[in-house]
């Protein structure tokens, strides 16, 4: 089993559509969790850091369950902008061949007219 | 001014060259990664180091060198160049929470 997961996507919505992703992380040592954003050949660009209370922005909503080992992240009325691909990525703190900071491969989201 | 600045953004070079892509930082963080990207891979780490004198390998370090000149500055080389190296690559810094700058990314095509 991969430490991080995503969703496989792709999603496909119509502008102003709810969408959901999950993310599940399988190291109970790990300490902060982040969505970032990604567009097609460009770098990686943070979203929003995910907090154990939950977090907004927006449109965006972040949630923490570390119960259950799990993050998501919503989008409410989607935008023909909001079309990338989005990256879970968990921070345990500590080192070894993946580094401390751990990447899902990913969920691709494209919004339709 | 980028907070983390690549050079180059684009090569192209021959098989058996060797190459050196530069990564270099204002935000003064001690943390700097390189990362490979390739369609359907997502990011895979190739080499790290938490501060100048600290050194990590990643999962695919095979084929690659880094150095770590300062703070600011952390540079990746390919000995020797071969086409499977071909993608995207991209330089990191990041403090202790975890959130993660990225430089613009360097594109790298091995002939």
């Known amino acids: 089993r991969k430490e991080v997961e995503q969703d496989p996507g792709p999603f496909n919505v119509p502008e102003g559509a709810t969408v959901a992703f999950n993310c599940t992380y399988s190291n109970s040592a790990s300490q902060s969790f982040f969505w970032y954003r990604q567009d097609c050949r460009k770098e990686p660009k943070l979203l929003m850091s995910?907090?154990?209370s939950g977090n907004e922005d927006g449109r965006f909503t972040a949630q923490l369950n570390r119960a259950s080992q799990y993050i998501s992240l919503l989008i409410r009325d989607s935008k023909l902008s909001d079309s990338a691909t989005y990256l879970c990525?968990?921070?345990?703190?500590?080192?070894?061949?993946?580094?401390?900071?751990?990447f899902g491969k990913g969920t691709k989201l494209s919004v339709k007219p | 001014d980028a907070d983390v600045t690549q050079t180059p953004r684009n090569r192209i070079t021959k098989t058996g060259k060797r190459i050196m892509l530069e990564c270099s930082q204002t935000k003064g963080h001690d943390r700097m990664y390189w990362y490979r990207q390739d369609p359907g891979l997502g990011l895979r780490l190739i080499y790290y180091?938490?501060?100048?004198?600290?050194?990590n390998k990643g999962e695919i370090s095979d084929g690659y060198s880094v150095s770590r000149q300062a703070q600011a500055k952390f540079s990746l080389s390919l000995e020797s160049a071969i086409p499977n190296q071909t993608a995207l690559y991209f330089c990191?810094?990041?403090?202790?929470?975890?959130?993660?700058?990225f430089g613009e990314g360097s594109r790298l095509t091995v002939l």
């Open positions: 990525v968990v921070n345990r703190y500590y080192g070894g061949s993946q580094g401390n900071l751990i």
């Open positions: 990191a810094t990041t403090d202790l929470t975890g959130e993660l700058f």
């Open positions: 180091s938490f501060d100048v004198k600290d050194i």
């Open positions: 995910v907090y154990s």
